[in-house]
């Protein structure tokens, strides 16, 4: 049987660019991609992606001549895509991250902070709750398996060669992440409206009974049932993230076939 590995000078340096595409998106890419995960861990990884995926790769369009003298530009291109690929899908992770920090500053508890290894710095208590159970869910659905066939499948989209990435579709991108806010307002819209109806309901008890101290009141009652109706919409928030799943893989993909 003919050696798989048997590299040339050539197929070497085609590897080194499959592997420069693997190592950034390993690098951003959702869950698995944070400060927490060693680096050494990481970079084994991207060598086993790598060295998975290669036998695979069409890089007839690559040749010696162009190998040596642009092999540079070549790399950044391949580092560009990884990265981008990786931090759009991170897009779900920033609609939750938006939802919590909403219901924390409706409810009065943005000053609980703790800190958060996979984000580098602090997060709320709401939004590290619903962080957790946004990295089960994209575990449970094996979205992190849909991610690594993504990017595999973009070495046909865009195979390696010295063509420049086209970058006009860039504003598309604002475009998305206005629908990631959008999708955070909605998915902390239970909690935001409840807030909304009890400090209604404690102004009027505060015109009705100035007796009640309606600030010092009105604290514990939205912490109370913002817990409570947050608790009580769990499976609504499941069900949201399946669309927001959706939507960041098809807008993710679409990006990737425009570059």
């Known amino acids: 049987m003919a050696p798989v590995y048997d590299f040339n000078e050539f197929e070497i340096l085609a590897f080194f660019l499959v592997m420069?595409?693997?190592?950034?998106?390993?690098?951003?890419?959702?869950?698995?991609g944070v400060p927490n995960v060693p680096n050494t861990l990481k970079i084994l990884f991207a060598l086993l992606l790598s060295m998975l995926?290669?036998?695979?790769?069409?890089?007839?369009?690559?040749?010696?001549?162009?190998?040596?003298?642009?092999?540079?530009?070549?790399?950044?291109?391949?580092?560009?895509?990884?990265?981008?690929?990786?931090?759009?899908?991170?897009?779900?992770?920033?609609?939750?991250?938006?939802?919590?920090?909403?219901?924390?500053?409706?409810?009065?508890?943005?000053?609980?902070?703790?800190?958060?290894?996979?984000f580098g710095g602090q997060v709320t208590s709401i939004e590290q709750f619903k962080i957790v159970i946004a990295s089960l869910f994209f575990l449970a659905i094996n979205a992190h398996h849909l991610l690594i066939g993504g990017l595999i499948d973009s070495f046909r989209v865009i195979?390696?060669?010295?063509?420049?990435?086209?970058?006009?579709?860039?504003?598309?991108?604002?475009?998305?992440?206005?629908?990631?806010?959008?999708?955070?307002f909605s998915l902390s819209a239970p909690v935001l409206i409840s807030i909304f109806f009890v400090n209604v309901g404690m102004a009027v008890i505060g015109r009705t009974v100035p007796q009640i101290n309606v600030l010092i009141t009105s604290l514990p009652v939205n912490i109370l049932v913002g817990l409570f109706v947050m608790t009580v919409s769990i499976p609504l928030l499941i069900w949201q993230m399946e669309g927001l799943m959706e939507l960041t893989t098809t807008r993710l993909f679409a990006f990737v076939k425009e570059l």
């Not at 420069?20 to 698995?32: C, I, K, N, Y």
């Not at 390696?160 to 990631?180: K, T, V």
């Open 20 to 32: 420069m595409r693997m190592s950034a998106f390993v690098v951003s890419w959702p869950v698995f």
């Open 53 to 118: 995926i290669f036998p695979v790769v069409d890089h007839s369009a690559l040749n010696e001549e162009l190998l040596s003298t642009q092999i540079m530009i070549l790399a950044v291109k391949e580092v560009f895509i990884g990265l981008v690929f990786g931090y759009l899908a991170r897009f779900f992770f920033f609609a939750i991250r938006i939802a919590g920090e909403l219901i924390s500053i409706t409810i009065g508890l943005s000053s609980s902070q703790l800190f958060n290894p996979a």
């Open 159 to 184: 195979p390696l060669s010295g063509e420049l990435l086209n970058l006009s579709h860039f504003n598309s991108i604002g475009i998305f992440m206005q629908e990631i806010m959008e999708i955070g």
